[in-house]
């Protein structure tokens, strides 16, 4: 992996890139580069050697252009919060910050529209829009600091996607520089756009196609009212079950998450949520829209609890209550962070009906590899976020922590789904990508890859494999038909 | 156009294919050939010189390695009622019929998903399920002919797509043989796969990057209930308005259609609908849901209409009632070839708030051209499917109309629209793709074809333009910036 870059070009990019940005917009010295070594996977780090903060899409153009006329890999960046290695910079490669493309430029509340720079944070967008009574659906739980450029970049999803749509889902267009330096736009304002859907393949490509410069995103109508029930159920199954049910009734909640008591006893003594720490499993089902059709569909979420077999029933009363049943689920990671001196959080996504299947498997898995598992999840999308607790210190911890986890993604492909939901692959899944994919498909792939960046330039060693890496992984780490993480144990 | 393929491997093909499949799926001769000459847009027509018929995948894998191995184009056709020539066959190439490939293979109503094969109709998806209490939503007006593949590679609409999304919303994985005879899987049963969207991009592609043989689609609950408002206006804009007025409360209707007074008057006599022959547009406005949903939900929309300055409003009090309401719109087509000897559908995208200025300035063209022009479309979606009434026996109607039709296209880029809505560009809109799109994106284009198709096998010379053509557009055919149909004059 370490040599199939040289990159000789790298003094005389520099030069150029001096001749053409601001001073003040290059930055060489290890003091300015070291805050970019890593995004939220801060496990894998390198130091960049140089960071570029561009403040125009013109400067934009100088980088792509000097970068492919001197050979020199680039590696963009939004707000770093990232969970797979999407923005680790490249050892001989231009990091590219995009802090500075940080302006909403335009609000069209008749349309329903904004258009935005890819440096904005997700919720400034749903900030900005609120006085016309509207928001921006996707809410990761880094919404607070994520990028909007990010959630192209990796096609981002949260609470609300189960009704709302992903990242996909919600952005109409966008404006981007091709590594050539060309400007083309992708999508449009109108339901569909002629021509091959250049923009569904754009998002969620981990900067591997281009650098977005400017984003048009769909607004919806902020929800008159919203209401929570919280469901307590006696086993994972029975939930997993009672999600099932949901979805068969014809219900799409505005969000449908579970925690599994492990996740509730951590939580709660942080998060004061009032959640139920005997129950084996909770739900958290959101209807909104309308008080009529919020009073209808909670009236037809609790029916369908009741006949899954809930302990415990509770609809939030107030704007306050609903809050304070959320806080505890979207700040499980902090209290993962409280309890443990470290966690690994997974990201497989499986069909809804194996759900109860799977968690029971996960708490059998916990006694063979000796180490507590927590799971929150999306569990209307069937998207899990097992989190392992483990102590970096202790190298055996370690390694159980990496089998425990290859286990649940083994498992996630077994019953018929993937190895990342949201956080995408970037360097942390690029091997499972080999597992996951048959030569043809990653030949596929890898064809549409060099239609945008025939030089490979852009975020080079993410997302797809190279065939030499699939056979070097099946070769050293596939035995018995197991997956194993060959590149983590650097924690 | 027609010099650029030669195929001089045809004989060799046409022996080899002998060799691989059974003789009954091998059709060369003219009276068997001929009822493939065209699609839907049957001012082109071409003679294929082969017609094959393929039963199983296997057979499809050995057209197309033969294709490869000979240079020979190959033009894949599923039902044959695509719009814009998407299926012309190609006058040197391999016209590949996918009829046999009609089983429904499995039905998954837990994971409400059906696997079916392409050339299976689109109702008859919705008729298998009915059982399970379900449907698959995206409904064309030709639902009860066209078939699933074609409504993949057309990325098809329908009444219903408003709320439940076009094809691409409701296609969760293809199954796709390549040009070189590799078998893909693109997408899968989890809300998003790992990897660059390659679903996406197969979606809508005009049979241009691969021939598909299995699909599998997502299938959604059938609304205990629905109904209908349908109101009148005294302008096109004050119906422009109402719609651009629902939307901005926040109501997302089952369907959302508008019908000007030239369509209401045609539509009318033959289908007996109830409309208000008065009116100068009504709008036909669908809830669905449980029995309280649309209650409440029709309420709204009446509330809506009526502050929009509906002169009448009428909600289906029956199943019955509600079906005869929407039997005028679906019948459209067949109305306006009973009032007029031929008849030209425009398919453009307008933003949804200059729906009112488009219409007014189309009811102007009228006068300007001297030809009657009925208007219905999908006006939530800001889809226009303007029907420009002539007769083709009359020169210089035919020139008219071609006029007319590139007036109204103009307009819809003009404002910020697009060129084709869901009938794609095919061969028909070739050259406005010049218009619609700068090189650079045209190039992007051609750089994903040639990653799946690197020869141009695969249906050449529809959906993108090349260059040359762009070039050869431009110089002969846009005077004063206007667009014109050089090709179309073949009525």
Redesign the interface.
């Known amino acids: 992996m370490a040599d199939e870059f040289e990159a000789p070009g790298l003094p005389g990019l520099i030069q150029r890139l001096r001749e053409s940005l601001p001073a003040h917009c290059i930055l060489t010295r290890q003091e300015d580069t070291k805050p970019y070594e890593c995004d939220g996977l801060s496990l894998y780090r390198e130091l960049p050697p140089v960071v570029v903060l561009p403040e125009t899409e013109a400067h934009v153009i100088a980088v792509m252009q000097a970068c492919c006329a001197f050979g020199v890999p680039i590696v963009a960046r939004g707000a770093g919060t990232g969970l797979s290695g999407g923005a680790t910079p490249h050892r001989q490669g231009v990091l590219l910050g995009l802090a500075k493309f940080n302006r909403i430029k335009s609000i069209d509340?008749?349309?329903?529209t904004a258009v935005v720079e890819p440096g904005v944070r997700n919720l400034a967008i749903s900030e900005a829009v609120a006085p016309y009574g509207m928001y921006y659906a996707p809410d990761p739980s880094s919404q607070i600091a994520c990028s909007i450029g990010g959630n192209v970049a990796e096609?981002s999803?949260g609470v609300h996607?189960l009704k709302y749509g992903?990242t996909?889902?919600n952005i109409l267009r966008v404006r981007v520089v091709?590594i050539d330096g060309?400007?083309?736009?992708?999508g449009?304002?109108?339901?569909?756009?002629?021509?091959?859907?250049?923009l569904?393949?754009f998002?969620?490509?981990e900067g591997?196609l281009g650098v977005v410069t400017e984003i048009t995103v769909k607004l919806?109508?902020k929800?008159i009212c919203a209401q929570v029930v919280m469901a307590s159920f006696d086993s994972v199954e029975t939930a997993g079950q009672a999600v099932?049910n949901i979805?068969?009734?014809?219900i799409i909640p505005a969000g449908l998450e579970m925690m599994d008591q492990r996740a509730i006893q951590m939580v709660e003594p942080f998060s004061k949520a009032g959640y139920d720490t005997g129950a084996h499993a909770i739900l958290l089902c959101e209807s909104d829209g309308?008080q009529?059709?919020v009073e209808?569909?909670i009236g037809?979420m609790r029916a369908v609890f009741e006949q899954a077999g809930a302990t415990r029933l509770q609809v939030s009363s107030s704007e306050e209550e609903r809050l304070r049943f959320w806080a505890g689920r979207k700040n499980a990671f902090p209290a993962a962070g409280r309890v443990s001196p470290d966690y690994y959080c997974m990201d497989g996504?499986?069909?809804?009906?194996h759900l109860g299947r799977v968690l029971r498997a996960i708490e059998e898995m916990e006694v063979t590899y000796g180490l507590r598992c927590a799971n929150v999840f999306h569990a209307g999308?069937?998207?899990l976020h097992p989190l392992i607790l483990f102590d970096a210190n202790d190298p055996g911890e370690v390694e159980r922590a990496e089998n425990f986890g290859a286990a649940i993604l083994e498992l996630c492909v077994e019953v018929?789904?993937?190895?990342?939901?949201?956080h995408?692959?970037g360097l942390e899944?690029i091997n499972q990508?080999c597992v996951?994919?048959?030569r043809?498909?990653l030949?596929?792939?890898s064809?549409?890859?060099?239609?945008?960046d025939p030089y490979g330039l852009l975020n080079p060693e993410k997302?797809?494999p190279t065939l030499a890496r699939c056979a070097e992984y099946g070769k050293m780490h596939v035995h018995g038909g197991n997956l194993r993480f060959p590149e983590l144990p650097r924690f």
């Open positions: 509340p008749d349309a329903a096609n999803g996607c992903l996909i889902h091709t060309d400007v083309i736009e992708l449009s304002d109108a339901p569909d756009s002629p021509g091959l859907d250049l569904s393949v998002i969620g490509s591997m919806i109508p929800p099932a979805i068969a009734a014809g309308t009529e059709e209808e569909e037809r996504t499986i069909p809804r009906r999308d069937g998207n018929g789904g993937t190895v990342t939901g949201e995408g692959v899944k990508m996951q994919f048959s043809e498909e030949d596929a792939f064809a549409v890859k060099r239609a945008f997302l797809i």
